[in-house]
């Protein structure tokens, strides 16, 4: 079982910055993929990056290469996405999730992949 809690969403101008954390409880964190996905209202939720457990490979959505980083810290069982050149159309509510994989290079694009969600944090980014 893995809980997970983000923080670090808020209100930001078009062009600034943000970093979100997430908290993960459970002694076998370092052995699940994690992901950030995004849902904007009346919108399906969508993925947004992904790091693998073992090799720490990243993978990211077209929408936001090159300008947001997600990073693991095993030993504190913490996942950031650091977020820049925000664009209002990055506003919307951001999850955090963890996959269980037997695989150390296993990543998900795919919500189904994923067994365990953080409530949401919210990220609004003015124009």
């Known amino acids: 079982q893995v809980q997970l809690v983000e923080s670090g969403g808020g209100l930001v101008q078009a062009g600034g910055s943000l970093r979100l954390s997430c908290a993960a409880s459970?002694?076998?964190?370092?052995?699940?993929?994690m992901g950030w996905f995004r849902q904007a209202p009346g919108k399906e939720r969508e993925f947004v990056a992904a790091?693998?457990?073992?090799?720490?490979?990243?993978y990211y959505a077209d929408s936001v290469k090159g300008r947001f980083t997600i990073s693991r810290d095993n030993a504190k069982n913490t996942v950031s996405l650091q977020m820049n050149s925000l664009k209002p159309e990055d506003t919307a509510v951001y999850y955090c999730?963890?996959?269980?994989?037997?695989?150390?290079?296993?990543?998900?694009?795919?919500?189904?992949?994923?067994?365990?969600w953080g409530q949401g944090t919210q990220v609004t980014v003015s124009s």
């Open positions: 999730a963890a996959a269980r994989s037997s695989s150390g290079s296993y990543y998900a694009v795919s919500t189904r992949r994923y067994d365990y």
């Open positions: 459970g002694r076998t964190f370092s052995t699940y993929a």
């Open positions: 790091i693998t457990w073992s090799s720490g490979n990243t």
